[in-house]
């Protein structure tokens, strides 16, 4: 897709969620503060299927409003855990991390996941490293994770969906890990599940690591 292919494509997105909120008030909030980022706009821009479209708002008050409204609205399509709201047509609100896309893209992983797209003047940001990388296929880790071992985990996704990751790549990625004081099972299943950790997921790591301690 080109550049107003995704565009389109991202604001239909989000019109479709936003238009089911009936609360006007909440969604001039959400449309004043939410932006998409993260590997959707990588898949778009690579003619791909696109397994999610993760959500981030500016603010903690935006953040707080949607998960009640989610939270207590019995109507309300979405499954709220302490990290996001999953929704049923592949959008993730995530509730628990906040800020500018400068802030939260700043601590994302990998370089081809630093593509956005703003709501509230429906413009869509390729910086044009972010670009290349994408085009190219190759993780470049930026080495600002606060989850290396999660990172680890994602590049070896990424290399068997047929991305390039070199050896510089991975070592890098090796030497944040060790930099790691991981002490206990809880500590080490935060590191893997990163971000976007689920109830499910969390219960079946707490199986696999309770024997590693």
Not at 82 to 110: E, R, S, Y
Not at 120 to 137: F, G, Q, V
Request: aromatic residues 10%; glycine residues 4%; proline residues 3%.
């Amino acid at each position: 897709m080109n550049n107003d292919q995704i565009t389109e494509h991202l604001a239909a997105k989000f019109d479709e969620w936003v238009e089911s909120i009936p609360d006007l008030a909440l969604r001039n909030l959400i449309i004043r503060d939410a932006y998409i980022a993260g590997g959707a706009i990588a898949s778009l821009v690579n003619n791909e299927y696109a397994r999610d479209y993760d959500i981030f708002f500016r603010t903690l008050e935006t953040c707080a409003r949607v998960t009640h409204y989610y939270a207590t609205n019995v109507l309300a399509k979405g499954t709220v855990s302490k990290h996001a709201i999953t929704l049923p047509n592949q959008v993730q609100l995530i509730t628990h991390w906040w800020g500018g896309h400068d802030d939260i893209l700043g601590q994302f992983d990998f370089e081809h996941t630093k593509a956005h797209w703003n709501a509230s003047d429906n413009k869509l940001y390729i910086p044009d490293e972010t670009k290349l990388a994408i085009r190219d296929k190759t993780l470049r880790y930026t080495g600002r994770s606060r989850y290396p071992v999660r990172s680890l985990v994602r590049a070896v996704d990424f290399q068997q969906r047929r991305w390039n990751l070199s050896y510089v790549t991975l070592l890098h990625i090796i030497a944040d890990i060790l930099k790691l004081k991981i002490e206990s099972p809880a500590e080490f299943i935060k590191q893997l599940g990163g971000l976007y950790l689920d109830p499910q997921e969390e219960n079946e790591l707490e199986d696999i690591i309770a024997t590693m301690f």
